[in-house]
Structure formats: structure tokens, C-alpha cells
């Protein structure tokens, strides 16, 4: 992996990677925080996935996660949001919700997507072997991430549970098989037949994991949210949450929209959430 920039920040280090993806078939950037502790020894990480539209500098440079992280002792790693480059088919219409910068961390099945849209094994195994074969990092990790990225981390965390220590959200689409956003991604990457949307619906996961070991879950979500009602719909993880007995702190917060704000107001708690489960 080619070191891109390198930016001190609270004693630490703001990092930016390209590198050649096997599992997509591109080239792709991601961003590292590697906080002071790093100079010492191997410190845990947090994966942290963006939302519809991002790259990976959209955490890096608006959420102001830096300055807690130094404090913890945590690294962040924030990859992309899809494959990139000219040769990665994009949505026909340039839609925003769909194609580059729309990854919703799924493995393609369908053409022309199949290729280079396997952004789940990106995120579950490359990106991570890729890292902590070059950065001083344990093989401790938690994930967290926003809207499309807060359904990538209950997904990916739910899923690959001896992997994550703790696993948080913010505004995440709960139940995309069931919301326009949802449908429209799964049906694309995933054609049409339902059946296979359901290993990525947080909802449903979290249904079918009842009685089962998971790792702690902490949701944020603003009730000013634009998109709340038509596309997140927090009630249903809610739901699911009470009837599994699956323990997980969904909290609202009221005033909040989705922006980046909100983020910033609240990463704090999320990453001594992590701090906790991960020591
Ligand atoms: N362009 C769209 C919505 C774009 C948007 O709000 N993206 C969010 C994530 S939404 C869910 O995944 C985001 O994080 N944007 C980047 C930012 O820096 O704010 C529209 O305008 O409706």
C-alpha cells in the first residue's frame, strides 16, 4: 500500500493509502488515525463505514473523531464507500443512491456489478489483513458507521460477531429489505429473488440471532432525521431488539438530523463505547 499523505493531528497521525484491491478489482484509497499509543505498541481499531455518496475522507475530515481516539488509544480505519476508477460501472442515471460511492457493503451476484462491487469481503477480510499486515495494529476491532455504513457495521458486525468486539451506528437503515434505498441496492447487486437480500438486513439478523453470543450494539439516532421515516425506520431494529433479547442501546436523540453533525456531537460516546469493549 503507497502512503498518499501523512498529517499530524492531537499527537497522532491522519494517513491516507492507496492501494490495489484483489477483491474489487480496482485501486482504492482509505484513510488511517493512528493515534500516539501507536509509536508504542499495537493498539486495537475501529472500522468505520460512511454513508451514501462518501469517500473516506468525509469521517476523516467532518466527524472530529481524532482528538477522542488519541485519548483512547484507538486507531480508525475508513475505507471507501465503493470500487472506484473508470473501468467500475457506475448507476446508468448517475443516481446517487446506487453504483460509485453506493456500495451498501454487499457481494454482487448480478452483472455488470459482480466484478468489482464485493465491497463486503473488502471490508470483512482484505482491508483488514491489508492493515494490520502494515500498521502497528492488534487483531482487535470493533466497527461503527453512518446511514448505508450504520447498516454495513449491524450487518458485518452481526455477522462476523469472533471478529468485532463491539459494534455501532449512527442513523443506520435498519431494514433495507424493506425501505426504497434497501430495494433498490439489493435488488440490484443481488436480482430479484428476496431470499438472498436477508443476510443483509440488520433486522432480520438480529431476529435470527436470538439466544445467540453477539457483541455489545450502540445505535444513535437523530428524530429530526430527513430520511427517518421512509428509510431508516429505527423502529424495526427496536422491535427486534426487544423481542430477541439482544440487549442493544438504541437511543433517540431528539433535535438531531442526519448530517455530520450529529456525528460529531456524539462519536465520543461510540468510540469510548468501543474503548470499553475493546480492553
Ligand atoms: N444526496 C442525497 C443524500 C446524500 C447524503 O445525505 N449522504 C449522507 C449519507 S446518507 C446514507 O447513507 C452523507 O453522509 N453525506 C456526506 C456528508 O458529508 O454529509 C440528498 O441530497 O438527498
Not at 425506520?233 to 438531531?256: D, V
Request: glycine letters at 8%.
Amino acid at each position: 500500500m503507497e502512503l498518499k499523505d501523512d498529517k499530524k493531528v492531537f499527537g497522532g497521525r491522519q494517513l491516507r493509502y492507496e492501494h490495489a484491491s484483489q477483491v474489487l478489482n480496482c485501486t482504492m484509497q482509505f484513510s488511517v488515525f493512528l493515534p500516539p499509543q501507536a509509536e508504542q505498541g499495537k493498539v486495537p481499531a475501529v472500522y468505520w463505514l460512511s454513508g451514501l455518496t462518501c469517500t473516506d475522507e468525509n469521517f476523516s475530515s467532518k466527524a472530529g473523531a481524532q482528538r477522542a481516539a488519541a485519548e483512547l488509544g484507538l486507531a480508525l480505519i475508513i475505507p471507501d464507500t465503493s470500487p472506484r476508477g473508470d473501468d467500475v460501472p457506475d448507476d446508468p442515471e448517475g443516481a446517487y443512491d446506487f453504483g460509485k460511492g453506493a456500495g451498501f457493503y454487499v457481494n454482487a451476484t448480478q452483472e455488470p456489478w459482480r466484478r468489482h462491487y464485493q465491497m463486503y469481503d473488502y471490508i470483512v477480510k482484505e482491508l483488514p489483513e491489508l492493515v494490520e499486515a502494515h500498521l502497528p495494529l492488534s487483531e482487535d476491532r470493533a466497527i461503527s458507521g453512518h446511514s448505508m455504513g450504520g447498516h454495513g457495521a449491524l450487518v458485518i458486525g452481526l455477522r462476523n460477531s469472533e471478529r468485532y468486539a463491539s459494534i455501532s451506528a449512527f442513523s443506520p437503515i435498519v431494514h433495507p429489505t424493506q425501505v426504497p434505498w434497501g430495494k433498490k441496492a439489493l435488488s440490484g447487486y443481488l436480482g430479484s429473488d428476496e431470499q438472498q437480500w436477508r443476510s443483509y438486513d440488520a433486522t432480520y439478523l438480529l431476529e435470527e440471532l436470538a439466544g445467540q453470543a453477539i457483541p455489545p450494539i450502540l445505535v444513535d439516532q437523530g428524530d429530526a432525521d430527513q430520511f427517518l421515516k421512509e428509510q431508516l425506520c429505527t423502529e424495526f431494529f427496536r422491535e427486534a431488539n426487544k423481542a430477541s433479547g439482544a440487549g442493544a442501546q438504541i437511543r433517540m436523540q431528539p433535535g438531531y438530523d442526519h448530517s455530520y453533525y450529529f456525528i460529531a456531537t456524539f462519536i465520543e460516546d461510540h468510540l469510548r463505547f468501543h474503548a470499553s469493549n475493546l480492553r
